[in-house]
């Protein structure tokens, strides 16, 4: 009846509203690790991709998928510390994939390059408490169901750690097409922007979609908040709207 239709959506692996776990989580982390360690960047060849798949498990599993704290991924960030070397850190909001073809003409690198970004991009993970195995139905969606889910935080301790290592001249790649460019709400504007400790310089990028009317520009108002962030830390600001 319907008590127990309801019991059922509250209680079980279908009751998040965002999409579940990748399949074979596990063995994909895995296999990135060592084609990372051994391939991509050889030099990092000495690092234990079994005790990083094993800290990344931890750091979720059995737990409640809402109730993720940067502590939990502490061990897992230890053991492969996202850093760049200076000048080479490219940051990005809604620009993704163009900020990773920008970043690789130039030589320059986005956290992707780092092994816990490459290890994590594109996939979605979330536990089940008193179980060891992950949810593949669903998990929480940041809006619907809660901010502090496993997917969430680690993006943003992985990003604050990105930034807070980032030195010298860095680039950030924003999008001109829509209302925005600068968000404060997201993981740029929220984490990363505030967390540049060692950054003398950010260049900002405005990139306008050739298919659309250009909706913010390097003299809107979200830049210029975007600016006096940057003003209060000391870090030189330009910005170039950029037509492709
Ligand atoms: O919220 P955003 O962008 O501003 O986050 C992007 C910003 C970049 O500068 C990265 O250094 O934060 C870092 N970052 C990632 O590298 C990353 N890869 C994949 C943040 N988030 C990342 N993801 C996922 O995309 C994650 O799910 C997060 O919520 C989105 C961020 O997309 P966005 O809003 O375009």
């Known amino acids: 009846g319907a008590i127990g239709i309801y019991k059922w959506r509250y209680t079980g ?6 999409k579940g776990s990748t399949p074979n989580f596990q063995k994909i982390i895995q296999e990135r690790c060592d084609t990372y360690t051994q391939q991509i960047r050889p030099d990092s060849r000495s690092r234990d991709c079994q005790g990083i798949t094993q800290a990344f498990m931890s750091a979720f599993i059995s737990k409640d998928p809402c109730k993720a704290t940067k502590e939990d991924y502490q061990p897992l960030i230890d053991l492969a510390y996202p850093t760049v070397p200076c000048g080479k850190a490219v ?15 130039r030589g ?8 816990l970004g490459f290890l994590a991009d594109g996939l979605s993970w979330c536990g089940e408490p008193g179980s060891s195995d ?5 998990c929480p969606d940041w809006k619907k169901d809660c901010s502090t889910n496993y997917f969430s935080v680690f993006w943003e301790v992985l990003s604050e750690r990105f930034a807070e290592n980032a030195c010298g001249t860095v680039q950030v790649v924003l999008n001109g097409s829509i209302e925005n460019a600068f968000d404060k709400m997201s993981i740029f504007g929220r984490v990363e922007a505030h967390n540049l400790r060692s950054v ?8 306008h979609d050739p298919g659309k009317p ?13 600016e006096s962030i940057l003003n209060g830390r000391n870090v030189r600001f330009t910005c170039r709207d950029n037509l492709r």
């Not at 692996?13 to 965002?18: I, T």
């Not at 320059?108 to 092994?115: F, N, S």
């Not at 992950?134 to 669903?138: E, R, T």
């Not at 250009?214 to 975007?226: F, H, Q, W």
């Open 200 to 207: 003398v310089m950010l260049q900002a990028w405005l990139v």
């Open 91 to 105: 940051f990005w909001s809604k620009t993704k994939e163009l900020a990773r073809e920008y970043a690789k003409g």
């Open 108 to 115: 320059l690198l986005t956290l992707e390059d780092t092994l």
């Open 13 to 18: 692996l279908n009751r998040w509203h965002g």
């Open 214 to 226: 250009p909706r913010d520009s390097c003299s809107g108002s979200s830049i210029k908040e975007l």
């Open 134 to 138: 992950l949810n593949y139905q669903s």
